[in-house]
């Protein structure tokens, strides 16, 4: 099961919050410290793409580490005034198919309901749009009140600070992963998402909680079991994690940065903090 959001319009990837359960326990903190190999000295830190604004805190710690670095790198550079175009050249899926086509017409109607209730628009609208979509915009319903973003808060003291602000990949490179994912499986996480609403709530909430009290490995294990497969984990973690790091040598040479990503990107045998130390950097919890 993987859970997005697109209240924000491009943030799409990493509330999925999955597990490779390596069986390696990280120290429980969402902040790193990055030296070594000719690096300013960088930091790294989780995110949690959207919760709700009631459970929201930058502690003292990320602000720090803020302070210290000379631009901000994150996912997507969530400033990029042709985002939303990019976006939406890409929200369509491949070969002609269609919504209509991959829901029979009970679960079409349900979820045509919903999606008129939840963002004020039928399925007619977006009847080509990938399903993990839908997901996406269905995602409000698990949020009490309303929502908060670390991207969004991270890039306004960024502007305070006047730093650099830095995207590892494009929108185009995202949505590609949804197009390497199968659509159906993409539809079966819709309709996993409406039938079991209320145990998706709890488990939201739950993550939540592990997420504020900076609980990495406990988070790992809890999720782990709605990771459809490994080659879905290479394509929504695993092979992003390679590619940033192959970036971090130069986009940290002249300039100290705090890095931004999704949290499920930090831990397991191909998260970023066993990435670094692997490639001889020197990684430090910030507790």
Known sequence: MKILNLSLACLFINLILVSNTSGQDLENTLLWKVEGNGMKPSYIFGTIHVLPQADFDIKPKVKEAMRESEQLVLELDMTNPNLQMEMMQTATMKDGKTLDKLFNPADYAVIDSLMKITVGMGLAMMNTFKPFMINTMLIGRMIEGQPASFEMSLIQMAAEQKMTIIGLESIAEQMAVFDAISYESQAEDVLEMINKEQEMRAMYTKMV??????????????????????????????????????????????KSAFIGVGAAHLGGKSGMITLLRGAGYEVTPIK
Do not use: F
């Open 209 to 254: 909680d592990l997420y504020k009290n900076e609980k990495l490995s406990t988070l790992y294990e809890m999720t782990s079991e709605y990771v459809d497969n490994e080659d879905e984990m290479d394509l929504l973690l695993h092979n992003r994690n390679k590619n940033w790091l192959a970036m971090i040598p130069e986009l940290t040479k002249e």
